[in-house]
């Protein structure tokens, strides 16, 4: 099958209908990440450095030793249509990309050498989950935890405690030390620096390798890969959310009032960006639901009745209450 090679000159539509497979890109651009993380474990003393691929995703195949990068992430025009098509790029910036490698690089040396099958990093961690759950109860102020990746993922299962907590510990600049000094999450700190200590020198157990997910081999359209992507994170939207509207805005008409729904898409970007970074929800789920509060309010011919500062305080705190409730109990809950 042949490739494309020139990706810019592309609308959204045309790129959207080509296949993984079809697209020429080269983990190049991210020489400067990728090199940063082979330093940053050379300097730990670590002799195993991952290997990396692009896939359609960040992850690390099950039980294999290298690290799947998202194919946006080497090519302008395609960090543009994630950004289009999500409404965020997880790893855009090169200080997100190497929390995620670094978080990566957990899971892969795990792998290599066989950590997780160890006592102690059953004891502090708990014993390896087959896979990550699709929600959890993060518990917001605990201390236990490290804080690396957004959304509290340290608490997901012991696999990503554990990779969360050896990607705060490969960072040199993280002085974990010091910052987590009074936490419960020190002692997770001191088993990954000494299970860490116990391979210094020590060849890996397993290399092996998976490429089953790489672009090259996936034949699937774009369009299909962003349709699956986005139901993941999308909604259908409940009519309850009518009477939270109703408390923020007025169906009574005065003179000059203005329209609720033309005030909510001014302050959308706003609003998405503050709600998603204090709930950690994805960007493209929240863009989702105050279009459809958008739209609701228009539905309902609602109006602003307050001041702009009232009514955006009000609007990012019914946001934040669902965002909330979704990140805990998987689904949207009605303010009472």
Not at 93 to 109: P, W
Not at 133 to 146: E, G, M, Q
Request: hydrophobic share 35%; aromatic share 10%.
């Amino acid at each position: 099958m042949a490739t494309v090679t020139k990706l810019s000159p592309l609308t959204n539509d045309e790129l959207l209908n080509l296949r993984f497979c079809e697209l020429d890109l080269s983990l190049e651009p991210l020489a400067p990440a990728i090199n940063q993380l082979g330093e940053e474990l050379s300097l730990k003393q670590i002799n195993f450095i991952p290997s990396c691929f692009l896939a359609d995703e960040w992850f690390v195949p099950t039980d294999a030793t290298n690290i799947g990068i998202p194919f946006y992430l080497v090519h302008p025009r395609l960090i543009k249509l994630e950004e289009d098509m999500m409404a965020d790029v997880e790893g855009g910036t090169l200080d997100e990309c190497m929390r995620i490698l670094r978080h990566e690089a957990g899971h892969a040396i795990a792998h290599a050498y066989g950590l997780t099958k160890t006592k102690a990093y059953q004891k502090v961690f708990g014993k390896p989950s087959e896979e990550t759950p699709d929600s959890y109860r993060p518990r917001f102020y605990s201390k236990n935890y490290v804080r690396n990746l957004d959304n509290f993922y340290a608490q997901c299962d012991p696999d990503e405690d554990f990779a969360e907590t050896f990607a705060v510990w490969l960072n040199p600049s993280s002085n974990y030390k010091k910052h987590y000094s009074r936490w419960g999450a020190l002692k997770k700190l001191e088993c990954v620096e000494s299970l860490m200590a116990g391979i210094t020198g020590t060849p890996p157990l397993t290399t092996r390798t998976e490429y089953n997910y790489s672009i090259q081999k996936l034949k699937t359209r774009l369009k299909n890969h962003y349709i699956k992507k986005r139901r993941d994170y999308a909604e259908d939207y409940p009519d309850f959310f009518d009477q939270d509207l109703k408390k923020i805005f007025t169906a009574d008409k005065k003179e000059g009032s203005k329209k609720a729904s033309v005030f909510i898409s001014r302050h959308k970007k706003e609003m998405m960006t503050k709600v998603s970074l204090w709930s950690g929800e994805k960007k493209y789920s929240l863009d989702q639901l105050i279009h459809n509060l958008q739209a609701r309010a228009n539905t309902l011919g609602l109006l602003v009745y307050k001041t702009e500062t009232e009514t955006l305080i009000d609007l990012v705190s019914l946001l934040t209450s669902m965002a909330v409730s979704r990140r805990l109990t998987g689904k949207l809950k009605q303010r009472v």
